[in-house]
């Protein structure tokens, strides 16, 4: 009996830059936007499980936490296509 559980996780793309707010002056009310590069990004989603209670779909993960997720015998990790399930569009 296989007591696996089969994880499938994406990696987004967009979740290693984020647009701030920056002021463009002293004194002044005017904004511009700016896009920084994150250092930790959480860029894997969690998008199927199976036989699990621990991990749930939409959970975000960082890079230390897909390579130990991928490293655990309890799991079967599948990485999906990038853009296979898009943030834009529906989900499946």
């Known amino acids: ?6 994880i499938t996780i994406e990696y987004d793309d967009s979740c290693t830059t984020e647009q701030k707010r920056v002021p463009n002056g002293k004194g002044k009310k005017s904004y511009t936007y700016k896009t920084f590069k994150v250092d930790d990004p959480k860029a894997w989603e969690v998008i199927t499980v199976e036989n699990s209670m621990s991990i749930v779909p939409g959970y975000r993960l960082n890079k230390k936490q897909v390579e130990a997720l991928c490293r655990n015998p309890k799991y079967d990790v599948q990485i999906g296509m990038p853009g296979q399930f898009r943030v834009t569009n529906s989900r499946y």
């Not at 009996?1 to 089969?6: F, G, P, Q, T, V």
């Open 1 to 6: 009996m296989n007591n696996k559980s089969k």
